[in-house]
């Protein structure tokens, strides 16, 4: 067994990531059949890592290019736009075509830029896609990434979020502007889905269903051409090999009775939650300087660090 390394804060992938092998093959065969997804689970289910996981594997077989957008921070659908042109900096093909389209604003930018530039493209790019013209600077993007010798994979993180900024004001209430704004940006990314099939493949995710949102806006239309997929928490097997691959990296004394028992007090096994659980034990014991788990400390460990941390903002649900 190669050894599963621990995970940060952030998504995982590569040795940090831990199977999900039925959800990458399912997510697989629809990006070989050309069908978009909206992905959705509730907070720190994978669902980030799940699509970069997906992303390296696809990269790495060479048969598809990939483009990964984080929409977190993105309040409009010029900026949506900017995003994506920045992150298609990676497919080459496409950049070159993308560079010469926007030869105006993009003057003096490389074929291959390092991170320092990036900031630069993107402020550059932001100067040349405007509320007016976003829509067909947009499908000029787009139309440059499906021009792409091979094709794309083009996953848009968070999206759910952005419709959610869109679509209401600082009190919450959703407004007929943003309802336009919204009903605009998603009905471009419906037609850049359809007229790209096969050439570009769209992922959507995000942590809040994007339906509600949308039917609560009477917008629901929008989203059927992408089929769903609900990420699920790990099965209990799952959890007890992460645990015990876990323990085996760390060089922790972790027997089955003791997983059991972390799994048993978790209940939803998200997987962040298992990785949080294994850390505060793993923590706990080399304060201790001990090395072997008992069923005591893996209920001291819930009772004192888990039960506490389910009342901060990253464990609620
Ligand atoms: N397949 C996996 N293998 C190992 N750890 C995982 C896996 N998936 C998720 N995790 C753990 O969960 C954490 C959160 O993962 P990730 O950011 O991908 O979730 P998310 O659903 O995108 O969260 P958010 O709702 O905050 O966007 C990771 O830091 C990692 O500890
Ligand atoms: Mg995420």
């Not at 990269?59 to 659908?77: H, I, K, P, S, Y």
């Not at 769903?228 to 323990?247: F, G, I, Q, S, Y």
Request: with cysteine; glycine share 6%.
């Amino acid at each position: 067994m190669t050894g599963l390394r621990k995970a940060g804060a952030n998504w995982v992938d590569g040795d940090r990531f831990f199977d999900r092998k039925a959800e990458l093959d399912v997510l697989r065969a629809r990006v070989q059949n050309g069908t978009h997804t909206l992905l959705t689970a509730q907070r720190r289910m994978g669902k980030t890592s799940l699509v970069r996981e997906l992303l390296r594997l696809l990269a790495a077989e060479g048969r598809f290019e990939t483009v990964f957008v984080d929409l977190e921070d993105v309040r409009t659908a010029a900026d949506a736009v900017v995003e994506i042109g920045v992150e298609s900096r990676h497919v080459h093909g496409a950049w070159a075509r993308i560079r010469s389209g926007f030869a105006n604003v993009l003057r003096g930018i490389e074929d291959r830029i390092d991170e320092l530039a990036v900031a630069e493209v993107r402020v550059k790019l932001r100067a040349g896609i405007d509320p007016g013209n976003w829509r067909q600077k947009g499908d000029a993007v787009c139309a440059a990434l499906a021009k792409n010798e091979s094709p794309v994979v083009l996953a848009l993180d968070e999206l759910p979020i952005l419709v959610n900024r869109m679509l209401k004001d600082e009190d919450y209430r959703t407004t007929p502007a943003g309802k336009q704004d919204v009903d605009e940006f998603l009905s471009w990314l419906r037609k850049i889905g359809q007229d790209h099939r096969q050439r570009i493949c769209l992922i959507l995710s995000g942590s809040i269903g994007l339906e509600p949102i949308l039917r609560q806006a009477g917008l629901s239309a929008h989203a059927n051409i992408f089929s769903p997929l609900d990420l699920k928490p790990w099965n209990e097997k799952t959890a007890l090999d992460c645990l015990a691959a876990l323990a085996e990296t760390c060089d922790l004394n972790l027997p089955l009775a003791a997983r059991e028992e972390m799994c048993r007090r978790l209940r939803c096994l998200v997987p962040h939650h298992v990785q949080r659980f294994f850390d505060s034990l793993d923590e706990s014991l080399r304060l201790d300087g001990r090395r072997r788990a008992s069923l005591d400390d893996v209920e001291r460990v819930y009772t004192a660090e888990m039960l506490s941390i389910r009342g901060q903002a990253d464990l609620d649900h």
